[in-house]
């Protein structure tokens, strides 16, 4: 069974440029997720999607990141303009639907703002 | 809301020796509880999970975590470590109220002195 895909691993780029990150999720899986770890922290739960609508976006910044699940599959986040603190990895997870189920990582984005 | 600590940042055990790391929650019902790994350049992996019931819960790679509702702790246990379980672990916990959204714990890195 494929794992949840990420794409591109590395991305550098200048502050107020403009950068997405595409994830894939284990197909059949309803719930899809984006986190941020910041160097030395836990990952935060930026967007939580089940199939293509959004359960919880309470802590991502909506005046800079942007995210959607066309088609309840794919995923695209986006973050435009961006700043030096949102140097982090970017990390997508999938599940099938419910809290108990195990959530399976992809391997991240690492994001590097100069 | 929930939330979960993890008092060690870094801890170095010998190749062999046993490992005890600790993760204290806070939620006001039965929470779900979980422990991840991330081992460097790699996503997280799920270890083991509690949901309810026997409340010493075995997982992979020879981990077992115990919930204790006294001491509000689900202690990660390995009797004997290996080179390869140097990592990033993360504790994460999980409100039976809420939709599938879970909040991790800032991490303990684990160190194997050979």
């Known amino acids: 069974e494929a794992g949840v895909a990420q794409s591109p691993r590395y991305k550098i780029i200048e502050k107020r440029q403009s950068v997405a990150f595409w994830c894939n999720p284990i197909s059949g899986h309803a719930t899809l997720y984006w986190y941020q770890q910041i160097l030395g922290q836990g990952p935060k739960l930026l967007i939580q999607f089940q199939n293509n609508g959004v359960v919880d976006d309470s802590q991502l910044p909506k005046d800079r990141f942007s995210a959607e699940r066309l088609k309840g599959v794919d995923s695209t986040l986006k973050i435009q303009p961006a700043k030096l603190e949102d140097s982090a990895v970017y990390l997508c997870?999938?599940?099938?639907?419910?809290?108990?189920?195990?959530?399976?990582f992809g391997p991240g984005t690492r994001l590097t703002v100069l | 809301a929930q939330s979960v600590t993890q008092p060690d940042i870094h801890i170095t055990v010998s190749e062999g020796a046993s490992l005890e790391l600790r993760c204290n929650y806070s939620?006001?019902?039965?929470?779900?509880l979980f422990w991840y790994v991330q081992s460097p350049g790699q996503g997280l992996q799920l270890l083991l999970k509690?949901?309810?019931?026997?409340?010493l819960v075995q997982g992979i790679k020879g981990f077992e975590a115990e919930f204790k509702r006294s001491q509000s702790s689900f202690n990660l246990r390995k009797p004997s470590v290996h080179w390869s379980d140097a990592a990033e672990y993360f504790c994460a916990v999980g409100a039976r109220s809420s939709a599938s959204k879970i909040i991790f714990g800032s991490g303990t890195r684990l160190s194997i002195r050979p």
């Open positions: 939620y006001g019902a039965t929470p779900y």
């Open positions: 509690y949901f309810s019931g026997d409340t």
């Open positions: 997870a999938s599940s099938l639907a419910r809290v108990t189920d195990t959530q399976y």
